[in-house]
């Protein structure tokens, strides 16, 4: 399994909320319904502002390769980068592969591990 980070430097003239909004709205949907491994999506609090990072496991890189050619193509996905894409001034990818000790190491994710996010605030 491979996590992909996705970082975002939005244009500061565009509020972050138009592009969070105009993204969860055309973007998401398909990105689910195609990439499916959808870990999350996170604005920043300190650092650099206006920067979005959302993350997506695959099985490998060939299941990226084809899952993103697959999106590239779809209709829903051609819509969204039409509106979000003006909006974004920088983006950068990383993969990223877990460690032997992560709470993430295949797909599907889920709770295998007591204090982890995936467990956090549940009793044993």
């Known amino acids: 399994m491979l ?6 430097d939005i244009d500061p003239g565009i509020p972050l909320p138009e592009f ?3 993204y969860e709205s055309l973007g998401l949907p398909a990105q689910k319904r195609i990439l499916e491994g959808f870990l999350g999506y996170f604005t920043t609090e300190f650092g650099t502002q206006n920067q979005v990072r959302h993350f997506w496991a695959f099985r490998d890189l060939e299941d ?7 999106l590239a193509a779809d209709p829903d996905w051609q819509a969204c ?25 295949e797909l599907p994710v889920a709770p295998t591990e007591p204090l982890t996010a995936f467990s956090y605030g549940q009793t044993p």
Not at 64 to 70: D, F, Q
Not at 81 to 105: A, H
């Open 64 to 70: 990226r390769r084809r899952r993103r050619a697959e």
């Open 3 to 8: 996590v992909e980070q996705r970082t975002y």
């Open 81 to 105: 980068i039409k509106v979000v894409r003006p909006m974004i001034i920088r983006w950068d990818n990383t993969i990223m592969y877990p460690t032997g000790f992560s709470p993430i190491r």
């Open 20 to 22: 969070l909004d105009n």
